[in-house]
């Protein structure tokens, strides 16, 4: 359909990162989860890796303008987070997916997304051809008119995916995206996360160290609020150097060799 | 253009070269009939493109008997925008809380004590507005508060449904207990406005908790043993709850931007 | 639309006979592989039969097909967004951008076209970004994924656009 361009959109871009974190301070509850974290993150597919209580969670709802940071700066899309500014610009570039994703039960899942979409101010006459589209890229068409309720775990999480990209977002948070998800759909979402990552900024939040391995073009290792590592999956696999440590695979390898050294030098 | 595409321009364009592509295409989108000479144009001139058709009809042919096709909407599209169905069992929850003090008041019909449909009415639609923007009340909360049209307006729109609900309820309650509107009407939207703006403070649940409370320590429980309607409720106050209503308004537009969400954890409610 | 939405096959397939050659004729100018655009089509006129009441709902706006290709459009760049995922060329660089000859330039005057006389003067891949995007409503992401180029690019390229229509056409 014919439309105007607007000057703006055609402006050269005037960021070097897609999200840019300095010296973040986060605060989850009573404790820092995020002290002190440089992260600069482009194109492509991030994955976050981390035990429990990282602070990872905490990271992810930050960039969804979600929590305010307690010190720091974070830039998305050329934008400093802080003061009074109006995020609503922002926000319909971000697409996200909690790691407790709380839905409306009584809706079917056309329906919520319908409203989610509406929630991210999409055009009203691009949300049903935007839902569609999103339902089917993530393999739950013939499950489209099916109320939520009556959804299993792994289709719920799916639904989850289905809303965070229905809006076609620059900046895609996941948190535990393939929870409940069985291999053959871990299979489809990884190819999926790989088709996203060719011009979007998508963090995927996991604890499968082989989703990350397999999908994702860039390996982020955060403990106790910082950065203790970030680099290709192929770094992250030779970090083990020749030992047999603990781990099935060599990413895994990788990973456990990484914190240990990390634990090693804090203690 | 206000005529149509020449034959020769279509016969062009379905062969995919052709000039004044722009025009065309732009005629195209407008114009059934000369999609209907294209159609006829690509028949003659272009066995790929009609191929290409064929094919995927064939395709579709057995794709469309096995898919499954969209039901009809059970809601008009509006219905789910203003009011999403966690509304919905605090709401009945607020109408039977209602019901008991109705019946309480029809039993005591010799009026011992104030009426509680009275007494209650003021934090009646407190519960339906905590649950509006709450994460313990609204299960999308964290999806509701991370997206663009967070904000006041999104608040005051879930607040006007529940209000909408909760106050021909009592004014129902009300006639059936033999109490007027006027009474109650400028607290009950004094103390709804109040929770929306103190919960720009410390969230809106807790605000909605402390109202609540406050109201029914402060209140309704002396009334209740002092067996007097209590002064704010007499018609004399009446001014006063207009004047507050008002400030209160006021506050509440110049601290908005607290409900787009982007809060330090402390006083976010899960 | 509606009664499409009711399950009426017939509507369907007469939607379908009106509109496939149009979309079949745009789709194969913007893609060099058929195979992709058949795969196109038939996602396009697949989520139409789906979702046929959620489109009978919406305001479709003016343009009585606009809405079709706007599906369509976004269906293709998914395509070539897994072809990308895929490391396979991008599918327009199949196509050769054509150069408008010179008496297209004057045909297109004539006929009273004075956008598509211009653009006829401005080079072929500027000509191409303002297609995306202002033609076929691509976002300059979207218009970076069909032509296989980055966003910087697209975005450099619509200013030049501007810039030399604003010459042309004064």
């Known amino acids: 359909m014919v439309r105007t361009v607007s000057t703006a959109e055609t402006e050269p871009a005037n960021y070097g990162w897609v999200i840019q974190a300095q010296g973040l301070r986060v605060r989850a509850g009573r404790r820092m989860a995020v002290d002190g974290l440089d992260l600069s993150m482009d194109t492509g597919v991030h994955g976050l890796l981390g035990p429990n209580g990282a602070g990872k969670t905490t990271l992810i709802r930050s960039i969804a303008t979600v929590l305010r940071p307690a010190a720091g700066s974070l830039t998305l899309l050329g934008q400093t987070l802080g003061g009074r500014m109006d995020l609503r610009g922002l926000r319909r570039q971000i697409g996200y997916l909690p790691q407790e994703f709380g839905f409306y039960r009584q809706f079917t899942m056309r329906e919520f997304i319908e409203y989610i979409a509406w929630l991210k101010e999409m055009p009203t006459a691009e949300i049903p051809g ?20 009556t959804l299993s775990g792994g289709m719920v999480r799916r639904a989850g995916i ?9 900046i895609l948070l996941l948190d535990e995206p393939t929870a409940g998800l069985d291999p053959d759909q871990r299979l489809q ?5 790989r088709e996203l990552g060719t011009d979007t900024c998508v963090l995927v939040s996991t604890h499968l160290v082989e989703d990350v391995a397999a999908a994702c073009t860039d390996v982020v290792l955060i403990n106790a609020g910082r950065l203790i590592f970030q680099g290709v999956p192929a770094d992250l696999a030779a970090a083990a ?7 099935d695979s060599a990413a895994e390898r990788g990973y456990s060799a990484i914190m240990r050294r990390h634990r090693e030098k804090e203690a | 253009m206000n005529d149509h595409i020449t034959g020769a321009m279509l016969d062009q364009y379905s062969t995919g070269g052709g000039t004044a592509v722009w025009a065309v295409e732009a005629h195209l989108e407008r114009c059934a009939l000369c999609r209907e000479r294209l159609s006829a144009a690509v028949a003659k001139r272009s066995p790929a493109t009609t191929a290409l058709v064929a094919r995927v009809q064939a395709a579709l042919a057995g794709e469309v008997i096995r898919s499954p096709r969209m039901p009809a909407r059970r809601l008009p599209g509006w219905v789910c925008r203003w009011a999403p169905p966690e509304l919905w069992p605090w709401l009945t929850m607020t109408m039977l809380v209602l019901a008991a ?76 207990a033999g109490v007027s509107a006027a009474a109650w009407l400028l607290p009950c939207l004094a103390f709804t406005a109040g929770a929306l703006a103190l919960g720009e403070l410390i969230g809106l649940r ?43 308004a006021v506050a509440l537009v110049a601290r908005r931007d607290a409900f787009t969400g982007w809060r330090s954890d402390k006083w976010f409610v899960r | 639309m509606r009664r499409i939405a009711r399950g009426d096959q017939r509507a369907f397939d007469e939607l379908y006979r009106r509109t496939s050659p149009w979309l079949a004729v745009r789709l194969r100018r913007r893609c060099g592989d058929d195979d992709v655009v058949a795969e196109v089509m038939q996602e396009t006129y697949l989520a139409v039969w789906r979702a046929a009441a959620a489109f009978a709902g919406a305001s479709v706006g003016g343009s009585a097909v606009g809405w079709l290709w706007t599906i369509a459009a976004r269906r293709l760049i998914d395509a070539f967004r897994r072809r990308a995922r895929d490391a396979q060329a991008p599918l327009s660089a199949l196509l050769a951008p054509a150069a408008s000859a010179a008496e297209d330039v004057v ?33 300059v992401r979207e218009t970076a994924v069909l032509l296989g180029v980055p966003e910087g690019t697209v975005k450099t390229r619509a200013r030049r656009a501007r810039i030399a229509l604003r010459e042309a056409l004064s």
């Open chain 1, 130 to 149: 935007a839902v569609q589209r999103a339902i089917d890229r993530v393999g739950l068409t013939d499950r489209a008119d099916h109320r939520m309720k």
């Open chain 1, 162 to 170: 289905a809303q965070a990209i229905v809006n076609d977002p620059q």
């Open chain 1, 189 to 193: 979402f990884r190819a999926l996360l």
């Open chain 1, 241 to 247: 150097g020749d030992k047999t440590g603990d781990g």
């Open chain 2, 101 to 176: 003090a109705l019946g309480l008041d029809l039993v005591d019909s010799t009026r011992v004590v104030p009426s509680l449909v009275l007494l209650v009415a003021p934090v009646a639609p407190l519960l339906g507005v905590a649950a509006a923007w709450s994460g313990g009340l609204d299960t999308a909360h964290e999806l509701v508060v991370a997206s663009p049209r967070a904000g006041l307006n999104l608040v005051l729109r879930r607040t006007l449904v529940v209000l909408l609900v909760v106050v021909p309820a009592l004014a129902a309650a009300g006639w059936l």
């Open chain 2, 206 to 248: 807790r605000a909605a908790g402390v109202l609540a409370l406050a109201w029914t320590v402060g209140v309704i429980t002396p009334s209740m043993l002092s067996a007097r309607i209590p002064l704010l409720l007499e018609p004399v106050s009446l001014p006063y709850w207009a004047g507050l209503v008002a400030v209160i």
């Open chain 3, 107 to 139: 045909l297109d005057a004539e006929l009273g076209d004075v956008m598509g006389a211009a653009l006829g003067q401005v080079a072929p891949e500027l000509r191409q970004v303002l297609q995306a995007m202002v033609l076929d409503g691509l976002t």
